[in-house]
């Protein structure tokens, strides 16, 4: 199958605060999970990514960590700014090496409250 | 570097009319994906272009189409358009190796009445 959940759908977070999101896969075979940022009017901006031969990765204020055995990934966000009020995906690969497919979730909007 | 240029912008058409929608991946890059985003849907795999060969497909019927110029620029085509069709319709660029970070473009966003 090719899967991917993506929750909660709605978050809202005082400013300051962290925001989590989580997702899960259904394709074993996933091992590339990028996660996009979609502003309004805009495309999707990748903003973090992770493979499979990793738990974790961090680039300042966002974090994401992956359990393959479980088959989900997390997005963490520390320090929330207005600015980070957006749409968010995660998504996954489908099937081995050398695809480029990758299965979406249904997006996560995220609203950082001033 | 440039990022990925998709035109037009914005497209309106009556259905059954066909469309055709370009774009323009990051120089250098040999891949361009396709994807059509809705509300209900999300983001759905459209079809995947590498040196100029289809290499990956989604489920859409067989209205929607592709091509892959030499120069690694794409369109897609969609033929008798049904309301159904109404989406944003985006395009990513790689490098083409297997698990390379896609880059998308701001979209097309197609409108059939």
């Known amino acids: 199958g090719e899967n991917v959940e993506q929750h909660p759908s709605t978050l809202s977070v005082q400013e300051g605060d962290s925001a989590v999101i989580k997702c899960t896969y259904s394709?074993?075979?996933?091992?590339?999970f990028p996660w996009y940022k979609q502003e309004l009017g805009k495309g999707p901006q990748l903003i973090i990514d992770?493979?499979?031969?990793?738990g974790e990765k961090k680039d300042q204020r966002i974090a994401v960590t992956l359990n393959k055995t479980a088959k989900h990934f997390s997005l963490h966000i520390t320090e929330t700014q207005p600015e980070d009020s957006a749409v968010y995906f995660c998504?996954?690969?489908?099937?081995?090496?050398?695809?480029?497919?990758?299965?979406f979730g249904k997006g996560n909007q995220v609203v950082v409250i001033p | 570097k440039a990022g990925v240029t998709q035109t037009p912008r914005y497209l309106i058409k009556t259905r059954g009319q066909q469309v055709t929608l370009s774009c323009s991946p990051i120089?250098?890059?040999?891949?361009v994906s396709w994807y059509q985003q809705t509300p209900g849907q999300g983001l759905q795999f459209l079809f995947e272009?590498?040196?100029?060969?289809?290499?990956n497909k989604g489920n859409f019927p067989g209205r929607f189409s592709g091509r892959q110029f030499s120069n690694s620029r794409s369109e897609m085509n969609v033929s008798t358009l049904e309301l159904g069709d109404s989406a944003l319709y985006l395009c990513a660029s790689s490098s083409g190796v297997g698990g390379s970070p896609l880059h998308f473009g701001n979209g097309t966003r197609l409108t059939v009445t």
């Open positions: 272009y590498f040196s100029e060969t289809q290499r």
């Open positions: 992770i493979r499979s031969n990793v």
């Open positions: 394709d074993s075979a996933s091992n590339y």
């Open positions: 998504a996954a690969s489908i099937g081995r090496n050398g695809n480029n497919r990758l299965a």
């Open positions: 120089s250098g890059h040999r891949s």
